[in-house]
């Protein structure tokens, strides 16, 4: 199976702009989850979607927003970029089997740059 | 879920059997040890995952103590594609995905 793919790998955008950011999972898995990493946060989590609902959302502002599709591939949306925003985003994702656990697969991540 | 205590740093030559200790003494009976690991700006990778069992596969070995407060995960032959930054998570095998991550163990592998 192919793995997690994530589009596009590199960004470069002004403060003030938005961007959408995309994932596509591994076929078959219906959980998308979206983290930041920083160097001074490391890795965090944003958002958690199955089956076109968000489930779970971590501490950010309402300037970062998500959503799933009904084929599972998700996006993210920053409004209003700032240049703390600038970090590399990771989406995973997992089969969420009842019972059986969920292990999280990672994409290669988009690295946004705000300028 | 429970947090974990890792060292920053660990060295190992190449070749040579590479332990990373986890320390998660406040672990639930619920609790799986998760490992992963990140090397420089990709995505985090999968390695091993384990309830009470030791778990073996093509990657890794996880040594889980009877207690359950510590693991140590294994790399049998480290290559310098080993280093990276590992990370051991403690989380619930719930209907919900988070990971919480710490800071991790940064392993330099030296030829």
């Known amino acids: 199976k192919a793995g997690v793919t994530q589009t596009p790998r590199y960004l470069i955008k002004t403060r003030g702009q938005q961007v959408t950011l995309s994932c596509s999972p591994i076929?078959?898995?219906?959980?998308v989850s979206w983290y930041q990493q920083t160097p001074g946060q490391g890795l965090q989590f944003l958002f958690e979607?199955?089956?076109?609902?968000?489930?779970n959302k971590g501490n950010f502002p309402g300037r970062f927003s998500g959503r799933q599709f009904s084929n599972s591939r998700s996006e993210m949306n920053v409004s209003t970029l700032e240049l703390g925003d600038s970090a590399l985003y990771l989406c995973?994702?997992?089969?969420?089997?009842?019972?059986?656990?969920?292990?999280?697969?990672f994409g290669p991540g988009t690295r946004l740059t705000v300028l | 879920d429970a947090k974990t205590t890792q060292p920053t740093s660990m060295d190992c030559a190449e070749g040579r059997a590479a332990n990373l200790p986890c320390n998660h003494s406040?672990?639930?009976?619920?609790?799986?040890v998760y490992w992963y690991r990140q090397i420089h700006s990709q995505g985090p990778q999968y390695i091993i995952h384990?309830?009470?069992n030791n778990e073996t596969n093509e990657m890794a070995s996880l040594i889980i103590t009877e207690d359950r407060k510590s693991s140590t995960l294994i790399l049998p032959h480290a290559t310098l594609r080993d280093t990276a930054v590992y990370y051991c998570i403690v989380r619930v095998q719930s209907g919900y995905s988070t990971l919480t991550f710490g800071k991790g163990t940064m392993l330099l592998v030296s030829p």
């Open positions: 995973a994702s997992s089969e969420l089997l009842a019972g059986l656990g969920d292990t999280q697969y």
């Open positions: 979607y199955f089956s076109e609902t968000q489930r």
């Open positions: 384990g309830l009470k």
């Open positions: 406040t672990i639930s009976g619920n609790e799986y």
């Open positions: 076929s078959g898995h219906r959980s």
